[in-house]
C-alpha cells in the first residue's frame, strides 16, 4: 500500500499568502503609476489653460536732461579767453556773446581799419562819380549849345531864301510883262534893263544864300558830332573812374576783417541756461571746451530700457518719475515722446551692487508735463516707470 507524503497545513497557508500578496502588489502598483499618469495630464491641461499674467508697466532708470540735451560750447583750441559775459545759471537768448578771446581787440582794430578804407575809397567814389558826370552834363550842354542854335540859324537861313525865291518868282513875272511891253514899244529899253537887272540880283542873292545855308548845316553838323564825341568820351572815362577806385576790394577787406572778428567771439548757438563753466577768464580753451548750455525749461528723462521690454513701449505711453534719495518729494508725469534706433551699453547704474552693469538697453525719451520742480537737476538719476 502506497505511502502518500502530506504538507504541513502551516507550510500551505503561509505560501497561500504570499501569492495573494504578490498578485495584490502588482494590481496596487498599477493602480498607482494610473493615477500618477492621471494626475500629471490634469495639470498639463490646467497649466494649458490658465491664462498668462500682462506686464502692467516697464521699470527702468533714467536721468534728467535739458530739451535737445546739454550743448558743449567751445572754441578755437588754444585760444586764450579774455572775459567771460555770463555766470552759472544765467539764461541766454540764442546769438548772444557768452565770452571774448584774447584776440578781440586786435581783431577789432583790424575791422576799424578796413571800415576806415572802405569809407575812404566810397568818398573818392562819390567825387570821382560826381566829376565824371559834371563832365558829361558840361559836354550835353555843349551839345545844347551847338544844337539848337544852328537849327535856328539854318531854320532862318532857310527862310531867307524862300522869301528871296518868292521875289524872284514876282521879278521875274514883272520882266515878262516888260518885254511884252518893250515889244510893244510901250517902255523904254532902259526900263527893261532894269527889270533884268533886278532879276539877276535876286538870282544872286539866291545862289549866295544857298551857299551860306550849305555852310551852316556842315558847320552844324560837323560841331554836333564833336559834341556828341567828348559826351561818348566822359560817358565811357565814368565807369573806368570808378573801378579805378578799388571800392569792391575795399568792401571784400572789410567782410572779411568782420569774420575774422566774428572768430573772437564765442555766441550762444541756442537759448539756454548756463549749466557749467568749464574755463575762465585768463584760460586757455582745451578740448573740454569753454562751458555747457541747456534749455532748462523744458526738462526730459532719458530711460533706459532693457532691450527685452523693447516692443512693450510706444510713444504716447503715460509715464511716472519718483527720485529714490528724494531730490524732489511728489513724483512727475510725463509722456513717451522718442524710442531710440540703437541698442548699446547702459551708462545709468543702478545703486545695487547686484545689479547688472554691462546690460544692453534703448534709449527712451521722456517729455515732463510740468519741468518747473526739476528745473536745476540736470543728469539726476530717477527712477522710471512706463505704463504699457
Do not use: C
Not at 563753466?277 to 585768463?282: K, W
Amino acid at each position: 500500500m502506497a505511502t502518500v507524503k502530506r504538507i504541513p497545513l502551516r507550510q500551505g497557508q503561509i505560501l497561500g499568502v504570499l501569492g495573494v500578496a504578490i498578485a495584490l502588489g502588482v494590481t496596487g502598483l498599477g493602480i498607482l503609476k494610473l493615477s500618477v499618469f492621471d494626475s500629471a495630464e490634469t495639470n498639463q491641461t490646467a497649466t494649458q489653460t490658465a491664462p498668462i499674467p500682462q506686464r502692467q508697466e516697464v521699470v527702468a532708470l533714467g536721468r534728467l536732461e535739458p530739451q535737445g540735451e546739454v550743448i558743449r560750447v567751445g572754441g578755437l583750441s588754444g585760444e586764450r579767453i579774455q572775459r567771460l559775459t555770463v555766470k552759472v545759471g544765467d539764461f541766454v537768448e540764442q546769438g548772444a556773446v557768452l565770452a571774448y578771446l584774447e584776440s578781440h581787440d586786435e581783431r577789432l582794430a583790424e575791422r576799424n581799419y578796413a571800415a576806415s578804407q572802405l569809407a575812404e575809397a566810397e568818398t573818392r567814389l562819390k567825387a570821382a562819380t560826381d566829376y565824371g558826370n559834371a563832365q558829361i552834363q558840361e559836354a550835353e550842354t555843349r551839345m545844347q549849345q551847338i544844337d539848337r542854335p544852328g537849327t535856328f540859324e539854318i531854320d532862318a537861313q532857310k527862310a531867307a531864301i524862300r522869301k528871296l525865291e518868292a521875289e524872284l518868282d514876282l521879278a521875274s513875272e514883272d520882266l515878262r510883262r516888260d518885254q511884252d511891253l518893250y515889244r510893244q514899244g510901250a517902255i523904254t529899253r532902259q526900263s527893261l534893263d532894269r527889270q533884268i537887272t533886278q532879276v539877276r540880283q535876286l538870282q544872286e542873292q539866291i545862289n549866295s544864300a544857298k551857299a551860306t545855308l550849305i555852310q551852316l548845316e556842315t558847320a552844324w553838323d560837323m560841331n554836333l558830332q564833336n559834341a556828341e564825341a567828348q559826351l561818348r568820351s566822359q560817358q565811357a572815362n565814368l565807369p573806368l573812374t570808378q573801378i579805378q577806385v578799388a571800392v569792391a576790394s575795399a568792401t571784400q577787406n572789410l567782410s572779411l576783417a568782420n569774420a575774422r572778428l566774428e572768430r573772437t567771439l564765442i555766441r550762444s548757438p541756442k537759448a539756454g541756461r548756463i549749466l557749467r563753466v568749464i574755463a575762465h577768464a585768463g584760460e586757455a580753451i582745451g578740448e573740454s571746451g569753454i562751458l555747457d548750455l541747456g534749455d532748462t525749461r523744458q526738462m526730459n528723462v532719458v530711460a533706459e530700457v532693457y532691450e527685452t521690454d523693447l516692443g512693450l513701449v510706444k510713444v504716447g505711453q503715460p509715464v511716472t518719475i519718483t527720485s529714490r534719495n528724494g531730490a524732489f518729494s511728489q513724483p512727475l508725469t510725463g509722456k513717451v515722446v522718442e524710442v531710440g534706433w540703437q541698442i548699446f551699453k547702459n551708462n545709468v547704474l543702478d545703486d545695487d551692487p547686484a545689479a547688472n552693469a554691462d546690460a544692453r538697453v534703448v534709449e527712451v525719451k521722456i517729455r515732463l508735463d510740468d519741468s518747473k520742480p526739476v528745473e536745476g537737476m540736470t543728469n539726476l538719476q530717477v527712477d522710471v516707470r512706463i505704463r504699457v
